[in-house]
T-cell receptor, first 116, second 111 residues
Framework: DAGVIQSPRHEVTEMGQEVTLRCKPI?????LFWYRQTMMRGLELLIY????????DSGMPEDRFSAKMPNASFSTLKIQPSEPRDSAVYFC??????????????FGQGTRLTVV | GENVEQHPSTLSVQEGDSAVIKCTYS??????FPWYKQELGKGPQLIID???NVGEKKDQRIAVTLNKTAKHFSLHITETQPEDSAVYFC??????????WGAGTKLIIKP
């Protein structure tokens, strides 16, 4: 398997524009996570899905952020409208889990977002 | 909820020496403690984990110890090598089964 695939690797956009980040999890994994990483706040869980259903989105900063998982092989994280403070590296991770979140999470290489 | 603290934030050691990174957690119900390594430009990758029914686990040059009474766990790297230079994160799975992450430790191996 090629691992978790994220696109794009880098994104530079102007404030106010819509940004869509994409993720393809590892085949057979039933849980998917979106994280944001910054120097100030470290690694933050934004939302996670189990079997394509959003389980906990309490980490989503505000209504400008939304995430979808239309099928087991694809997820998007959208920011509309984007703001400079959204600049960060966004990671997608997937894992094979039963009822507990205590198995290995495999991370993608991340999308570095810069909002100017 | 769970809170994980990680120390130090930066650790510089001579090549060949040992490195120790420590984490404390607050939720006594946490039962799973993984360690991830993040190299520059990459996502974190699991290097070792320990569950609450075990006190120590080793994998070649790395080991993790867990003290449930004191609610702390540590990562030990022996005979450090240049490729060990990275950021290391600890995490704990809380009673809601979510991973709560430490702030990370930047490990620098000096030649």
């Amino acid at each position: 398997d090629a691992g978790v695939i994220q696109s794009p690797r880098h994104e530079v956009t102007e404030m106010g524009q819509e940004v869509t980040l994409r993720c393809k999890p590892i085949s057979g994994h039933n849980s998917l996570f979106w994280y944001r990483q910054t120097m100030m706040r470290g690694l933050e869980l934004l939302i996670y899905f189990n079997n394509n259903v959003p389980i906990d989105d309490s980490g989503m900063p505000e209504d400008r952020f939304s995430a979808k998982m239309p099928n087991a092989s694809f997820s998007t994280l959208k920011i509309q409208p984007s703001e400079p403070r959204d600049s960060a590296v966004y990671f997608c991770a997937s894992s094979r889990q039963g009822s507990a979140l205590n198995t290995e999470a495999f991370f993608g290489q991340g999308t570095r977002l810069t909002v100017v | 909820g769970e809170n994980v603290e990680q120390h130090p934030s930066t650790l510089s050691v001579q090549e060949g020496d040992s490195a120790v990174i420590k984490c404390t957690y607050s939720d006594s119900a946490s039962n799973y403690f993984p360690w991830y390594k993040q190299e520059l430009g990459k996502g974190p990758q699991l290097i070792i984990d320990i569950r609450s029914n075990v006190g120590e686990k080793k994998d070649q040059r790395i080991a993790v110890t867990l003290n449930k009474t004191a609610k702390h766990f540590s990562l030990h790297i022996t005979e450090t090598q240049p490729e060990d230079s990275a950021v290391y994160f600890c995490a704990a799975a809380d009673s809601n089964y979510q991973l709560i992450w430490g702030a990370g430790t930047k490990l620098i191996i000096k030649p």
